[in-house]
Structure formats: structure tokens, C-alpha cells
């Protein structure tokens, strides 16, 4: 076994910066193997770095965003800008470790969910034959899974899209064109592809861009330099009203400045994207709808005796759905199955993550407790 201080080589940094992480550094297993990882950000190491097997898997990193995208996108690119659709899903990276494909989620734990439903959505395996050090980085997307779902016309139920292909262990990324050029030599489907700009007409061309996302209902762009080693991501206001409407449906258990970013994203949205007072209106309208409608379900919910929580639906095996629920429920989650039934030889489970502090503070204020603020 490599000792403990050893790792700091891989991960670039000196052995006593190494030992102050170390205390940061989440204890997991999965299937018998031991592994760390780094569960939030760090100065100097990604969030969602894993320590495995004698190897680093280096975590996705985090993106920044424009507020503003005509002063925004300059300060970042200096050239070329490349736009790609960004995925509303959850974060995969897919790594071979010892011959096993393992998908990692954001934080750096495997879900065992992801590293079983992979193998039917992409076959990743001559990919890795080829580069062993490589890390597929994409998103999860689709109604059936179980973190985050949204609907997307061409997913019936889980897919996988690649946008980025990185160095396993010093997580640098292959440009843009060389990343697309091997994930369809691979025939790994990936994200969409808009375009490549000049810096100086790119903040009109993504407004365009978002314009056509925005009336399909789906979530923006992340740009990138062409090297891939840039990256920018700006959001359609639908999708900023689809989190809060999110947000507000589990009003206690949502962190308020979670809630507070997307307001400000629509503040400056409608500064640079809508033009007249009517149209600002009109979204003031939307944005208003999205908080408050959805808070009035939730309250009328529980009003009515029953509870809100994340609901989700998974369509697996039932041996991947079976070590799904064990690693939910050991992350401490409770869980209250909904529905299981079977489809075409796969189950099909609806479950509901139970979340405490909306259920009891929504009861607490219907039967009449004041505030005091
Ligand atoms: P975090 O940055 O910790 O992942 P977040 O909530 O800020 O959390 P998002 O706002 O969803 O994350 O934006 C970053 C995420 O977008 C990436 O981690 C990735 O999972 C996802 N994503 C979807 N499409 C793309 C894309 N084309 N390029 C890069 N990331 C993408
Ligand atoms: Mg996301």
C-alpha cells in the first residue's frame, strides 16, 4: 500500500499542503475498495477529487459564470470562443481503475447506480483500451435518474453526453476540436455543438444562441477557449425559473443564498437581454410565478397532510436499483418508495427523498406559530 503521503506527488502539491488536506478528506468504500475523496472546494485541489487504488482521479472543476455576457466574455477569452450546449443533468466522470469502468459523481463518491447504467448507455470500453489515463467527463441527463431530472425530447429515460475528456490524474483537458474528433471516433454521443466565434461577436451569437434554448425550455451554454482550458457558462432564464420554482417548492430546506444567485442572474439578465418594459413586465410576471406558485403546492401539500420532498424515478435492473438504495440510505438519506413495479425486465422504482425542515416548518407555521424576526 502506498503511504498516505505519497499521494501528494499525483496530485502536484508538497507534502505538508498534502497533510493539511488530508484532514478534509472524506473515508468511503465501494465494493470493498477504499477510497477518499474531496466532498467541497479546496484551495489548490478540486472539489470531488478521489484518492483510489494508488491513483488520483482529479474532480471537475468549477465553472464560472457571466452575468453579463458583452463584458463578461471578454475578460475571460482572448480570442476564439467555442460554444456548446450546457446539460441540465448530473456531473459523471468515468475513469478505468484495475479494468473497472467507475463513475464518479460531483463530490468524488461512486455511485453505483451511474458505473452500472453507463455500461448500457455508452460502451466505453475499446475508449479505454486505447487511453487508460483518460477521464470521461459528461452529464447524466433525462427524467429516470436519481439526482436530477429534467426532460429533454430526445431522452426517454437516461442518457449520457461527453463534453469534456480529460488527463485522469492531472485533470488537464484535450482542445475542443480533438475532444469531438475522438468521442465520435468512439461513437460516445456528445453535447451540442454550436459554433466557434470571435471574441467580439460571441456575447451577440450566444444571446441568439439562448434565445432558441430559452423557448425549448432548456438550460444555456458553457464556453469554452478553444484549448479547453477556459470555461464560461451562461443560463436561460427558464432554467433559472425552473431552480426556484424547484428551490421554492422545498422553501427550509433550500439554502437561501442558493435562492438569492438566481434572482441576481435575472436581475442582469433583463438589463441586457430584455429590451422593453414590457417584456421585463412580463418576466417579472414569470419569475413571480415560479416562487410563488410553487410554494403555495407545497404548502397546500403538507396542509393536506402529506409531505414534500426530491421525488425521483430510476429504471435499472433490479440488482442497480437494490445498490442504489443502499447508497442513498447510507449517505443517511431516508427514503419512501412510491412505486416499484416491472417494465420490459427492468424495475421501475419511484422513491422520495425525505427532506425534514420543510415538512416541519410548514406544519409548524399552518398550525399557527408566529415569528419572531
Ligand atoms: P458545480 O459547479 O459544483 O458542479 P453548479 O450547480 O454550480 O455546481 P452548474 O451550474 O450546473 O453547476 O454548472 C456546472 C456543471 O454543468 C458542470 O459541473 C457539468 O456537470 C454541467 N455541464 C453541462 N453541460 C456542460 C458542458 N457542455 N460543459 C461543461 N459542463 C457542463
Ligand atoms: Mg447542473
Redesign the pocket.
Known amino acids: 500500500m502506498m503511504s498516505d503521503t505519497e499521494y501528494h506527488r499525483p496530485l502536484g502539491i508538497g507534502e505538508s499542503a498534502f497533510e493539511g488536506l488530508e484532514e478534509h478528506l472524506e473515508d468511503r468504500s465501494y465494493e470493498g475498495r477504499e477510497y477518499r475523496h474531496v466532498p467541497d472546494y479546496r484551495r489548490g485541489i478540486e472539489?470531488g477529487t478521489v484518492l483510489i487504488d494508488r491513483e488520483v482521479v482529479r474532480g471537475?472543476p468549477?465553472?464560472p459564470?457571466a452575468l453579463v455576457l458583452e463584458t463578461g466574455i471578454p475578460t475571460q477569452f482572448e480570442d476564439r470562443v467555442v460554444v456548446?450546449?450546457?446539460?441540465?443533468?448530473?456531473?459523471v466522470r468515468v475513469v478505468c481503475l484495475e479494468g473497472e469502468r467507475l463513475a464518479f459523481t460531483?463530490s468524488g463518491m461512486v455511485c453505483p447506480f451511474t458505473t452500472r447504467i453507463i455500461e448500457r448507455l455508452v460502451d466505453l470500453e475499446a475508449l479505454f483500451d486505447d487511453h487508460p489515463g483518460a477521464m470521461v467527463c459528461g452529464?447524466m441527463i433525462g427524467p429516470e435518474n436519481p439526482y436530477t431530472a429534467h426532460d429533454y425530447p430526445e431522452v426517454d429515460s437516461l442518457a449520457f453526453?461527453a463534453?469534456?475528456w480529460r488527463d485522469r490524474q492531472s485533470g488537464e483537458p484535450l482542445a475542443v476540436e480533438a475532444r469531438r474528433e475522438r468521442y465520435d471516433r468512439y461513437g460516445v454521443p456528445q453535447?451540442r455543438l454550436f459554433g466557434s466565434y470571435d471574441v467580439d461577436e460571441a456575447a451577440d451569437e450566444v444571446l441568439r444562441i439562448v434565445e432558441d434554448l430559452e423557448a425549448e425550455n432548456r438550460?444555456g451554454v458553457?464556453m469554452r477557449s478553444p484549448d479547453a482550458t477556459t470555461?464560461l457558462?451562461y443560463?436561460t432564464s427558464a432554467s433559472t425559473r425552473s431552480d426556484l420554482a424547484y428551490a421554492f417548492s422545498l422553501p427550509f430546506d433550500y439554502g437561501q443564498p442558493f435562492m438569492f444567485r438566481r434572482l441576481l442572474r435575472e436581475g442582469f439578465r433583463t438589463i441586457e437581454v430584455d429590451g422593453s418594459d414590457d417584456i421585463a413586465r412580463k418576466r417579472a410576471h414569470e419569475l413571480g410565478e415560479a416562487i410563488l406558485l410553487s410554494m403555495r403546492e407545497a404548502i397546500d401539500t403538507v396542509g393536506d397532510g402529506g409531505t414534500v420532498g426530491e421525488r425521483h424515478t430510476v429504471r435499472a435492473s433490479s440488482e442497480t436499483v437494490e445498490a442504489l438504495l443502499e447508497h442513498l440510505r447510507k449517505q443517511g438519506l431516508t427514503l419512501e418508495i412510491e412505486s416499484d413495479r416491472r417494465e420490459d425486465g427492468d424495475r421501475v422504482l419511484t422513491f422520495c427523498k425525505r427532506v425534514q425542515s420543510s415538512n416541519d416548518k410548514i406544519e409548524n407555521y399552518l398550525e399557527g406559530h408566529v415569528v419572531t424576526e
Open positions: 472539489r471537475f468549477k465553472v459564470r456548446e450546449e450546457k446539460l441540465n443533468g448530473y456531473n460531483r452529464e453526453r463534453f469534456d453535447t438550460e458553457v470555461l457558462k443560463t
